[in-house]
């Protein structure tokens, strides 16, 4: 072990903490489709890898849309028609949460 290792190591319980995460998406014929699971979907054409990261409802909906193309029945590829329904999805990036740090007493 390298020497200083574990110095300052407290035996205490732990604190839990609660955080707030803010995830960005959109809801297409009742499916809850995050940004983040499209955009992995665009890295995903004919000779990668299948992503398998969507639910069974999320794939039914991106198919049904034409956002993915089965890939030998293991996953999806990406479809025709996801980089212009990508790019018609209004996105602005994380405002900072005033009120929050106010009332947090910073």
């Known amino acids: 072990m390298a020497p200083g290792a574990g110095a300052g190591h407290e035996s205490s ?3 839990v903490e609660t955080r707030m995460v803010v995830e960005y998406g959109i809801t297409l014929d009742g499916v809850w ?3 983040s699971l499209i955009r992995r979907l665009e890295e995903h054409g004919p000779w990668s890898a299948p992503f398998t990261g969507a639910t069974a ?3 039914l909906v991106l198919i049904s849309h034409a956002l993915a193309e089965r890939h030998n029945g293991a996953g999806l590829h990406r479809g025709p028609g996801l980089p212009g329904f990508v790019a018609a999805i209004p996105f602005e990036p994380t405002t900072p949460l005033d ?3 106010e009332a947090d007493g910073r």
């Open 13 to 15: 319980t732990p604190q």
């Open 57 to 59: 409802d999320q794939e």
């Open 33 to 35: 489709l995050p940004l």
């Open 99 to 101: 009120r929050a740090a």
